[in-house]
């Protein structure tokens, strides 16, 4: 079953203006963590934050966690061009015995126009 | 810095031919993660292994195998292929999640079956 699910699906915006992409999860996770991905490419790490953690900030990005709403947003303030692209939650599954695997959200496409 | 590397980048079959894809992780990575992704979808996790040994599988057809080798690369074999096997197979390494520790991916291989 999807364990991530992300809203809104599409996000269009001009430069210079904040994007901020939500994510809702099913189970408890040891961590979150968000992807980027340009059209037909791999998948790029961005963030990371763990569950005993609320707030992260890595240079124009900025990442809540709520476990309590099993909830996430990824905030990209002062929007490029260059940022265009589909942004993915992914999480790591809370289970016994240790999770293997990321599990990712449907994700967002953002496009920020010139 | 050395990056995940998949080969063939394109490939092309006719149905029920048979396919294999390959993955050179990242040296000294020890875990390998394979995800398809079809058209507007997001990745969906196949199978890992950790230390050449299967360590999770996920929504992997019975049709496909896979198996990581003694210098760790790793190869995804598909046989009887299917028109919805049409997809972006991209491979992952990382230095165990189980230390919650982000994955590389590697630029995919796109698979297209007639």
């Known amino acids: 079953s999807q364990q991530g699910e992300e809203d809104p699906q599409a996000l269009s915006i001009q430069e210079g203006e904040n994007a901020t992409m939500n994510c809702s999860y099913k189970t408890s996770i040891n961590n979150l963590q968000w992807y980027r991905q340009n059209s037909g490419r791999g998948l790029v790490h961005l963030i990371l934050i763990r569950s005993n953690e609320r707030e992260k900030h890595s240079g124009r990005l900025r990442v809540t966690l709520d476990t309590s709403k099993k909830s996430s947003s990824l905030l990209i303030t002062a929007s490029r061009a260059a940022d265009t692209a589909s942004y993915f939650c992914a999480t790591d599954p809370r289970t016994q015995g240790g999770s293997e695997k990321l599990v990712f959200g449907k994700g967002t496409k953002l496009t920020v126009n010139p | 810095a050395a990056g995940v590397i998949q080969s063939p980048r394109h490939l092309i079959k006719e149905k029920r031919e048979t396919a294999t894809l390959k993955c050179y992780p990242i040296?000294?990575?020890?875990?390998v993660y394979w995800y398809q992704q079809g058209p507007g979808q997001d990745p969906q996790f196949l199978i890992s292994?950790?230390?050449?040994?299967?360590?999770d599988k996920g929504s992997i057809p019975d049709r496909f195998s896979a198996q990581q080798f003694s210098d760790y690369h790793s190869e995804l074999n598909m046989s009887s292929l299917e028109l919805g096997d049409s997809a972006l197979y991209f491979c992952?390494?990382?230095?165990?999640?189980?230390?919650?520790?982000?994955?590389?991916f590697g630029e995919g291989s796109r698979l297209t079956v007639l």
């Open positions: 992952a390494s990382s230095l165990d999640l189980r230390l919650a520790g982000e994955l590389f």
């Open positions: 292994f950790y230390e050449k040994m299967q360590s």
């Open positions: 040296p000294r990575h020890d875990t």
